[in-house]
């Protein structure tokens, strides 16, 4: 803790551990990953370190590990919860088939105007099942009218599906119920390793 204008402040590595003891491994992970994306000097290392000046205690080293264990590619909380559900599933066993991993991939795609454009994936497995994490933002009307922006994601899923795409939509509800590494079990399974990734 320290002053500022005679108020007491704490640091980030607090607040995030605080996070950790008081409300979860899951809380902390997303607002580990949260600082991360939009911070990018925030690296492992450099989390680590601030953490060093943190008093030791209970729960100090399953936080650095969860440190170690995050990323800085979730733009989204809903995304957050994505990668670790994916992560968590292949370390129990319940995923298998899971080749590679890659977060906020761009493809230039032509858009409903016949202009190019980017699309970008949240989570591209195996270099072909692109999986598009849902949050109610994108219908909240911050990033404009609802019925255009369904038009629009629309638009855009056909065209990654035309280049040999598998696109799974997936929503808060599908991540928090388990629902999502069902369905994502299913395509593995339907859905064999390409020889060749879509271009």
Same mark, same amino acid.
């Given at each position: 803790?320290? #002053?500022?204008?005679?108020?007491?402040?704490?640091?980030?590595?607090?607040? /995030?551990?605080? +996070?950790?003891?008081?409300?979860?491994?899951?809380?902390?992970?997303?607002?580990?990953?949260?600082?991360?994306? !939009?911070? !990018?000097?925030?690296?492992?290392?450099?989390?680590? +370190? &601030?953490? +060093?000046?943190?008093?030791?205690?209970?729960?100090? $080293?399953?936080? =650095?590990? *969860?440190?170690?264990?995050?990323?800085?590619?979730?733009?989204?909380?809903?995304?957050? *919860?994505? $990668?670790?559900?994916?992560?968590?599933?292949?370390?129990?066993?319940?995923?298998?088939?899971?080749?590679?991993?890659?977060?906020?991939?761009?493809?230039?795609?032509?858009?409903?105007?016949? =202009?190019?454009? &980017?699309?970008?994936?949240?989570? *591209?497995?195996?270099?072909?099942?692109?999986?598009?994490?849902?949050?109610?933002?994108?219908?909240?009307?911050?990033?404009? #009218?609802?019925?255009?922006?369904?038009? +629009?994601?629309?638009?855009?899923?056909?065209? /990654?599906?035309?280049?040999?795409?598998?696109? /799974? &939509?997936?929503?808060? !509800? #599908?991540?928090?119920?388990?629902?999502?590494?069902?369905?994502?079990?299913? /395509?593995?399974?339907?859905?064999?390793?390409?020889?060749? &990734?879509?271009?």
């Amino acid at each position: 803790m320290s #002053d500022y204008h005679g108020f007491r402040v704490a640091s980030l590595a607090r607040c /995030l551990f605080d +996070s950790y003891r008081y409300h979860g491994r899951t809380e902390a992970l997303v607002q580990i990953e949260s600082a991360r994306w !939009k911070h !990018k000097d925030l690296s492992v290392k450099e989390l680590l +370190s &601030r953490t +060093s000046n943190i008093t030791r205690g209970n729960g100090i $080293r399953e936080f =650095e590990a *969860l440190i170690r264990y995050s990323c800085d590619t979730c733009q989204s909380p809903l995304e957050t *919860l994505v $990668r670790d559900a994916i992560l968590q599933a292949m370390q129990d066993g319940t995923l298998t088939g899971i080749q590679s991993i890659e977060h906020q991939v761009a493809f230039t795609i032509t858009d409903q105007y016949g =202009e190019q454009t &980017r699309a970008i994936v949240d989570v *591209l497995l195996n270099g072909f099942i692109a999986i598009e994490a849902d949050g109610a933002v994108k219908t909240s009307g911050e990033y404009g #009218d609802e019925d255009t922006i369904t038009r +629009s994601e629309r638009h855009r899923e056909r065209e /990654l599906q035309n280049r040999g795409f598998v696109v /799974l &939509r997936v929503t808060w !509800k #599908d991540v928090t119920s388990g629902v999502f590494i069902q369905k994502l079990k299913r /395509l593995l399974e339907m859905y064999p390793v390409p020889a060749t &990734r879509p271009a």
